[in-house]
């Protein structure tokens, strides 16, 4: 029993900010159900579902973060499996430099995706100077700035969680799997991958949830012309002082967030051996 | 570190291993690319932020030093992920000894809401903030901020901490504790010592979170911005080598970050 007091003793300075996290979070929540006069009312969520336009921020923020974390897994896992598995040296410069990028500050690394993809950026500098393009190919301001602005962002989301987990999978199984006749592509995908779908379904998991609710993304590589769901939020509340519609957006999104971290890590439960930790 | 050993056998009848390396480094140098550019183009000696640059020349970082319109941004940044890193780290170290001392119905419960921060998207947590303060007429406070940013980094400071304690484990503290020596002894002169560096990294870790936070930081500082606020702001109407210089200056404090945590307890064990 006194264990249990010391402990929430412990705790409880923590517990007391964190409630401070939760009566704000409570706050959106309210402030969404309520009229500019007082009285409760879910107008805003009928006018959210109804308006084509809210909507739409939603979807184009849903199909951004489903092909770029699909993008992110596919570039990504040869990155995880070179980390866990390539000779120390190399392993360990190719994580020191996913690090860095990885915590370099995130303003400064759209910047540089800004310099990259403008119209006199890098990028068609030099598609210009090998005489691809006459005229400067639209990079940026549009869906595809906003997806190659994500699709850096998320790769470190992914690839952190697949090689930690790849690293306790010993690679003798791969061994056996082709001493017993199985050609590498086989092993790799009848063991490796599956061995390390945990890490998969987490980094999955984070890479979409950061898509899904980018902001600062697509408001420098998407300007006025792409916005997603975080522009919505952050315009009704910043801009509109719209306090109830921004709150809704935000319930929403949390919602949907919410709804991949636990169903998918439930389903990963189920139906993969020892689940996703 | 083993994993490494182990496979280096492996890897050699691995034809896999060659396709996937050559993939990982044209990705790596995809995702790096931007952050060279703006390095370079910090010693544009037009006002022409590109790459290659357009000369040779350290103007910008002097106006770096010149402008008055990044230097209190920059101070209160500092400031904020000092105040906020010392709070999270205190609250953090004090969960991380309660969930790995005691065994106690609710521990997990109590995990979860310590890590809660990390899933609700930084948009809401910026959003639930700005309104929280503005019904409590609260709005423009410095403190507001702290209390933000000690929301944001508490995850991060209980989950390496944590890590580092279980590490070590008890027994030292616990033949401490049997040799006469008071628990709150026992802790400082004993069990402190072992976890000195997961407590210098979670440090470290928490500095930069903050320091880096743009998203959430957003709807809160309108009077009080921080760096990455005010960086926005500027690049958002104009492109000019200053930022390239700032971000410079910034990459190079990343690349010693990233070194010195990875000399301290390894990379991996933070990310």
């Known amino acids: 029993m006194t264990q249990k007091i010391r402990a929430f003793l412990l705790v409880s300075p923590a517990m007391i900010l964190l409630v401070v996290f939760f009566a704000a979070l409570t706050t959106v929540l309210s402030m969404s159900v309520r009229s500019p006069a007082g009285d409760f009312t879910f107008a805003n969520y009928i006018r959210f579902v109804n308006d084509t336009h809210f909507l739409g921020y939603l979807w184009r923020s849903i199909r951004v973060a489903c092909y770029v974390t699909l993008a992110a897994l596919i570039a990504g896992y040869p990155i995880a499996y070179v980390m866990s598995r390539g000779s120390r040296r190399f392993a360990s410069f190719i994580t020191l430099a996913l690090a860095i990028q990885f915590f370099s500050i995130y303003v400064i690394k759209m910047y540089g995706w800004m310099l990259m993809l403008g119209n006199n950026g890098v990028i068609n500098r030099f598609l210009k100077y090998i005489g691809l393009t006459e005229t400067p190919v639209r990079l940026m301001y549009n869906e595809l700035g906003v997806a190659i602005g994500l699709f850096a962002s998320a790769l470190p989301l992914m690839v952190f969680p697949i090689s930690s987990v790849l690293q306790n999978v ?90 991949v971290v636990f169903g998918i890590n439930s389903l990963g439960n189920r139906l993969l051996p020892g689940g996703t930790r | 570190m083993s994993a490494y050993a182990k496979a280096d056998g492996a890897r050699r009848k691995d034809p896999l291993y060659p396709i996937f390396a050559g993939i990982s480094v044209i990705v790596l140098l995809w995702v790096v690319a931007p952050l060279i550019v703006t390095f370079f183009s910090a010693f544009s000696s037009t006002t022409n932020a590109s790459f290659p640059p357009d000369g040779f020349s350290l103007r910008w970082f002097r106006n770096v030093f010149e402008i008055d ?121 004993v069990t402190l010592p072992q976890i000195k560096a997961g407590i210098f990294a979670a440090s470290f870790f928490c500095f930069v979170i903050s320091f880096d936070n743009f998203t959430a930081t957003a709807f809160l500082s309108q009077s009080n911005s921080t760096l990455p606020v005010e960086i926005y702001f500027y690049i958002e109407t104009r492109v000019d080598p200053t930022i390239s210089a700032i971000a410079a200056l910034m990459m190079l404090g990343t690349t010693a970050f990233v070194l010195l945590i990875d000399r301290m307890v390894g990379v991996n064990r933070i990310t």
């Open chain 1, 170 to 259: 010993s690679s003798r199984y791969e061994e056996a799997a082709n001493g017993l006749g199985a050609t590498p592509l086989q092993a790799f995908f009848r063991i490796t991958l599956p061995l390390s779908a945990p890490g998969v379904v987490g980094g999955a998991v984070l890479a979409y949830v950061f898509c899904f609710t980018a902001y600062l993304t697509p408001s420098l590589l998407g300007g006025s012309i792409f916005k997603m769901i975080g522009n919505l939020i952050y315009d009704q509340a910043m801009v509109g002082f719209n306090y109830g519609l921004a709150g809704t957006a935000a319930v929403v999104t949390l919602l949907m967030s919410l709804l």
């Open chain 2, 69 to 189: 319109e990044f230097k209190t941004p920059f101070y209160r940044s500092i400031a904020l992920a000092l105040i906020s890193g010392i709070c999270a780290m205190t609250l953090g170290t004090l969960s991380a000894l309660a969930l790995t001392k005691y065994r106690f119905r609710g521990s997990e419960a109590i995990d979860a809401v310590l890590m809660s921060p990390l899933i609700v998207p930084q948009v809401i947590i910026g959003l639930s903030f700005l309104i929280f303060v503005s019904r409590m007429q609260f709005t423009g406070k410095f403190a507001v901020l702290v209390v933000l940013h000690c929301v944001l980094t508490l995850p991060y400071a209980v989950r390496v901490i944590r890590a580092s304690l279980t590490r070590v484990g008890r027994s030292l503290e616990e033949a401490a504790v049997g040799l006469g020596a008071s628990p709150l002894k026992a802790f400082f002169l």
